[in-house]
């Protein structure tokens, strides 16, 4: 990619395309020309048609051709850089091994597309002819436009562009291959001059020697590889049950609470309470609601695995020495909305982390999708490419953890443990200076985007800020980093950066973010088309270089890959105080309820932290499997099996009329992804790349029709593409298309967290965000798509894998009957009535026998987990307090959205942080999400001081029926115990605890005084109000 071809701005639908030079003043680079032979330091040269000379066609290796020949005809005829052997080139003597190659040149037929599947040859006839779509005659192939695109080989795997001599300068000749310099630390010229005293023969034997290939060195790293060729044919991952000493006994109390339970329920329904009829009748309701929605939530995790992956034969499998790295190409999307409630400082330190991830550099893409226009993030993503150059190679040189220069250095730990570089601590040392002016750097944007000027934006060169007005503005794309420009400090390659923010225009529906994520779908497949997709939160960073990595033992695993449409990570966060107060590492969900459906069809999408096969969001199906061969038997035997077809030879002309309905068919491919032949030929490359016959002017054209706000229109886009309209938590909904569609996804929990993220931890903050996906739940049930009724008629999604999507949707509803039970304790103490009737010694066995079920059912599913106890706590109050908060809330939502058609706009959760260590915690911010809870509290507390005062007053008798209510009432006072220390804030140091008990104590005795007051006489004789006065 050309990283200097400036902003490019345009609406396809009012044949606009403006490009923006000169906004960023390109940096100086060291001189990297690469006119020396790296081997003896004489000129490289030129071949017999006045082009630069170059040996390897794969890495571009500096070596002149005295070098060239001799290595071929004594040495390994091996390149020095990435171990390929040598081809012979033009002019050059046949030696031993190129007997079976043809006498051409391998640059003149690299881009020969004969050998392609029978999808990219009617992907290019489509081509054909449908490349103007009306714009006029500046299509042409050599229109003046900036050539945005740039690579070396063009490779169907590696997703690189092919090079056009036009948009290129005569440094790089004809040669079409990327510059890749040696690893060499001496490369002056007074080094060189020294060994041109020597002669050539000398001179290239010293330098083998240097370089080790000299001997039967070479032989002997033959014989290696040969020994470890098995093990790269082994699986790249395993499954690892789980033990059955814990998973057996497990599964046997599940079934045992289920028969307990139905008993309870059986004895509750025939056993009523006639003085309390309305609130026996009320429990019952809530105890089965309580008991169906614990049954669509256990039994998904009836089979939960654990897996391993195999990075070593990953290596050994896709990047062998001598050969080109096969790793399949990523295109990683990154979306953020508005810069001062997602700082971008935090989306800066994702996208650091991003182009410092440990996976071949040409294979790795960041696309950065601006749903806000703003200039204050275009602006400070040029920063961040700017200091990525020295961030990338310091990270890459001492392998730090993690790559995200905020988290890394703010870290308290021996940053020097494994390191033995002398100069890790003055380097170390010098980057965090540059990161702290980095920073100071970005404030200072951040500080000026609060006030807008009059006149709007204005950037450096002058022009007006194409996005001043956020709903009405092209669309707009910059190529920050890339192969041309895109080099770090040391003059190595750099990950591909692009920003890129929609065309948006009134009237339109933008559909929020799975409308943003489409349009990255979009682009990339346009610009670099890779087969897989790894989507990322703006404030979700990279905390395990080898992230992608391990993605990719999955999905490149020949035995079980081609099935797998994604690999879903957990979700870790950092800033959250270590008791975990409301339950924001949601344990509990990813290491236990995860572990369970991957075990059946795979996790459900989370909505980050995974990595997509892009034809599974194209709506593809997966790859059948094969059929178990039938029984064949021969024409003298009917009775057995079926007889032996003789094979069907097809003509020439049935060939023909097959092309011709095949062509038919993929033209219809247009109507299903929109009018775009470039974009429909890409989604026909199953190994991603983009077709070498598309020059930059039109990939560049296609770029901004692609993501243009009409686009989308009559297509299949939202529908059965890509992320799913019709809720805000689209997550659920892609995920839950692509299972019914028979795909499986994958869980992978690698040692060290794979991605880390930032969560709310102020109570309001985390009942708006549980509002929104609880809202988004209650769309999806009363939508098209709502799995009781939805993919019922492929069958392909498993019947567990339906229970785990019900629950998804379904659980927001559990607000109602939770909402009544936590108010029947408080009504039963102040009128003195009960849910149950007295319990004889019989009946008293079911309730000991549900709780002994419920108890031992928790502590062996943390035992299999390793989820702590704590944890498994806060997550059982958080689900009382969202349920009578959020999820009701949502609730009443939803209903108002499908019924009277009043919509709800959801607020962007603030991933801002504090100076001062989790003091967002204790700030109080009022919401009406806090009415429901706060009422249940303080009526339960006035229960309990009623009830106990009543029971003081009326003596021993009252006290046995009493206990059963105040059980009731303190399980709901327990589960809101979290709730209520978010309400006192900070400013109280004293303990919550004793608070309460203080409030309770204060109630009681003030009752109990008014009741026993010492300083009233009371006289003596008949009870008037039983007998009257004249009895």
Not at 655 to 684: C, H, P, R
């Amino acid at each position: 990619m050309e990283a200097s071809a400036g902003l490019v701005a345009g609406s396809h639908n009012r044949n606009e395309l403006v490009v923006i030079h000169g906004h960023e003043e390109p940096k100086p680079l060291k001189n990297l020309s690469g006119q020396v032979c790296e081997i003896c330091g004489d000129e490289i040269g030129l071949t017999v048609d006045g082009e630069l000379f170059v040996a390897c066609n794969e890495c571009g290796f500096p070596v002149c051709r005295p070098c060239y020949e001799y290595e071929r005809r004594e040495g390994s005829q091996l390149c020095p850089q990435c171990k390929t052997r040598y081809k012979r080139l033009k002019g050059s003597p046949r030696v031993e091994g190129d007997d079976d190659e043809e006498d051409t040149d391998d640059i003149e037929h690299e881009f020969n597309i004969d050998e392609q599947k029978t999808n990219t040859d009617i992907a290019e006839a489509m081509l054909h002819g449908k490349m103007s779509y009306g714009r006029g005659p500046d299509d042409d192939e050599n229109a003046q436009y900036p050539p945005v695109i740039s690579g070396g080989r063009s490779r169907q795997v590696s997703g690189e562009f092919p090079i056009s001599s036009h948009a290129y300068g005569d440094q790089m000749g004809a040669t079409l291959h990327k510059r890749v310099h040696p690893v060499t630390d001496d490369h002056g010229s007074g080094r060189w001059d020294e060994r041109k005293e020597l002669g050539w023969k000398e001179r290239m034997d010293e330098w083998k020697v240097q370089q080790g290939n000299l001997g039967t060195e070479y032989e002997d790293a033959v014989d290696a590889d040969m020994g470890i060729i098995d093990e790269a044919r082994q699986p790249l991952s395993r499954k690892v049950p789980i033990a059955s000493s814990k998973i057996n006994p497990y599964r046997m109390v599940i079934v045992t609470r289920l028969v307990v339970l139905a008993l309870f329920l059986r004895y509750r329904i025939l056993n009523p309470v006639h003085d309390a009829m309305g609130l026996w009748l009320t429990s019952i309701v809530c105890e089965i609601w309580f008991a169906l929605s614990w049954i669509l939530d256990q039994f998904p995790k009836w089979f939960p695995i654990d897996r391993e992956t195999y990075l070593d034969r990953l290596s050994l499998r896709y990047e062998r020495e001598g050969e080109p790295n096969m790793l399949a190409p990523v295109d990683i999307f990154v979306s953020t909305v508005d810069p001062l409630k997602e700082p971008p400082l935090v989306t800066a330190n994702t996208v650091l982390s991003i182009l410092a991830v440990d996976y071949p550099v040409d294979k790795i893409s960041c696309y950065i999708s601006d749903d806000g226009a703003s200039m204050c993030t275009f602006e400070a993503l040029s920063e961040t490419a700017e200091f990525a150059r020295k961030w990338v190679p310091f990270c890459n040189k001492f392998a730090i953890e993690p790559r995200a220069p905020e988290w890394y250095f703010s870290e308290k730990v021996d940053y020097l443990k494994d390191k033995v570089q002398p100069t890790f601590v003055k380097e170390r040392r010098a980057m965090k200076r540059e990161y702290e002016e980095f920073k100071v750097r970005i404030n200072a944007m951040v500080a000026k985007a609060t006030k807008v000027p009059p006149g709007g934006w204005i950037m450096q060169d002058g022009t007006p800020w194409p996005g001043n007005n956020t709903k009405d503005h092209p669309g707009m794309i910059q190529v920050f980093l890339g192969q041309n420009g895109g080099l770090d400090v040391e003059g190595h390659e750099l990950p591909r950066l692009v920003y890129v923010s929609r065309e948006k225009r009134p009237g339109f529906q933008h559909h929020k973010k799975a409308g943003a994520m489409n349009a990255l779908i979009r682009v990339a497949g346009v610009l670099t088309n890779a087969p897989f997709m790894l989507n990322l939160d703006c404030d979700h960073y990279i905390n395990n270089s080898k992230a992608v990595r391990e993605a990719m033992c999955f999905l490149m695993d020949p035995q079980v890959g081609k099935k797998v449409c994604y690999v879903q990570f957990p979700q870790r966060f950092d800033g959250i105080d270590r008791h975990d107060r409301y339950a924001n590492r949601n344990t509990v969900f990813f290491d236990i309820n995860m572990k369970g459906l991957d075990g059946i069809q795979g996790p459900v999408y989370v909505g980050t932290g995974c990595v997509f096969r892009r034809q599974a969001l194209y709506g593809y199906d997966p790859p059948k499997g094969r059929k178990r061969p039938k029984m064949v038997s021969c024409d003298c035997c009917p009775c057995f099996g079926r007889r032996k077809k003789l094979p069907h030879y097809s003509t020439d002309v049935e060939n023909a009329a097959g092309f011709e309905d095949d062509l038919k068919s993929q033209m219809n491919f247009e109507k299903k992804f929109g009018q775009s032949s470039i974009f429909v030929t890409s989604t026909l490359m199953v190994e991603g790349g983009v077709p070498p016959s598309s020059s930059p002017a039109a990939l560049l054209k296609e770029a901004i029709h692609v993501i243009s706000c009409g686009y989308e229109d009559k297509t299949e886009w939202g529908l059965e593409l890509g992320w799913i309209y019709g809720s805000i938590t689209e997550d659920i909904l892609t995920g839950f298309k692509m299972h019914c569609r028979g795909w499986r996804s994958i869980y992978c929990m690698p040692k060290r967290a794979a991605f880390k993220g930032s969560a709310p931890i102020n109570l309001s903050d985390r009942l708006n965000q549980v509002l929104r996906w609880a809202l988004g739940s209650v769309e999806i049930f009363f939508s098209h798509h709502s799995p009781l009724w939805y993919g019922y008629k492929e069958g392909k999604l498993k019947w567990l894998e339906r229970f785990a999507y019900v629950n998804t949707t379904v659980y927001p509803f559990t607000a109602l009957p939770l909402l009544a039970y936590c108010t029947l304790p408080a009504i039963c103490l102040l009128t003195g009535k009960f849910i149950m009737p007295e319990i004889s010694t019989f009946a008293s066995l079911f309730f000991i026998a549900l709780f002994l079920s419920i108890f031992i059912t928790g502590i062996l599913e943390l035992r299999w987990s390793g989820v702590s106890i704590e944890e498994w706590w806060r997550n059982e109050q958080f689900w009382v307090i969202g349920g009578i908060s959020a999820h009701l809330f949502a609730v009443v939502q939803g209903l108002l959205k499908v019924l009277a058609g009043i919509d709800t706009n959801f607020t962007v959760t603030s991933k801002a942080s504090d100076d001062e260590d989790f003091s967002e915690l204790y700030a109080f911010k009022w919401t009406t999400l806090l009415i429901p809870p706060t009422t249940i509290l303080i009526i339960n507390l006035v229960g309990v001081v009623a009830g106990v005062s009543d029971a003081i007053n009326n003596g021993y008798q009252s006290w046995g029926p009493l206990f059963g209510k105040l059980f009731f009432a303190f399980w709901v006072i327990v589960h809101l115990y979290p709730f209520l220390k978010g309400l006192m804030g900070k400013q109280n140091r004293t303990p919550t605890i004793v608070v309460i008990w203080s409030v309770l104590l204060a109630s009681i005795f003030s009752l109990l005084w008014v009741r026993i007051d010492p300083f009233i006489l009371r006289t003596k004789g008949p009870a008037t109000n039983k007998c009257g006065i004249n009895c």
